[in-house]
């Protein structure tokens, strides 16, 4: 399957309905951004560096009511403040607009991310990148696609002649130290570093190869949930900041070909480039 174009048929069946639901919902989001794109609308301060917009809200309960109507039994994670989890074999983890500060100015680098966990483990994995109509489904065990064809990771070896994603967490103010510091170790190391704004989207280009690796500290579930199923499943690897196994609830994400992910560890693990008693934005429950 692995070669294959894209088929719900083909994925496992437990799966199937709840592949076919993401889909459908990060595709009906995505009319929904890309119809309200660069027009007027709300915009609200909800922390420092912080903002969420009447999309972000609009979307969220679109998608919310359709899974409860759905899947009713499945325990719902959204990032605009919906946290219903308690005791659920199977949860769902949303952010309606990954990218929210670039859609709010016009740019046109934001994605919805859909992910389906259970027991703790994300199963699928959609992103909808609907400015540039691209669409990349994950499913464990089954594959990485973008546009129904099969996605792998790069195969570039060495660091100096990595192309690597990066972003700036909206708590910043408490890591500018070892943020600075490994920005600018990679930034001199690497072919070059880009901060694109839309983490779950960065992880989808590392997954087909646009990016060799990716780097950022402090994201919460719904930033990384789909899009670190998608780079697993294109070939690549996740990991947290030294080198242990990828939990989206950490707060710890490094994604890469395979190829160069000890070496992005390496620089990582300099002097001052981990934040001390770092404590994660969110905590499983």
Known sequence: MRAREFSVARVPAPLRPLTAEAIGL????GRILKRRFRTAMAVTL???A????????????RIVRRLRRRFPA????????????????WRWIVDPLDGTK???HGIPGFCVSIAVERDGQVAVGVVDDPAHEELFV???GSGAWCNGRPIRVSEVSSLESAFLGTGLPHRVGRFSGPVGR??????TSSLGVRDRGAGALDLCYVACGRFDGYWEIDQSPWDVAAGGLMVEEAGGRMSNFRGGSFDSFEGETVASNGKIHDQILA????PGGIPRRYRPPLHRR
Not at 74 to 89: M, N, P, Q, S, V
């Open 26 to 29: 990060a595709l009906d989001a």
């Open 138 to 140: 994950a499913v464990r």
């Open 46 to 48: 909800k922390g420092p």
């Open 50 to 61: 912080d903002i969420v917009t009447a999309a972000d809200v609009e979307v969220q309960n």
């Open 74 to 89: 499945h325990g719902i994670l959204a990032e605009e403040g919906l946290d219903a989890t308690a005791g659920t074999e």
């Open 102 to 104: 670039n859609f709010a």
């Open 267 to 270: 620089v990582l693990a300099m």
């Open 182 to 187: 490994t920005f600018t170790r990679f930034a």
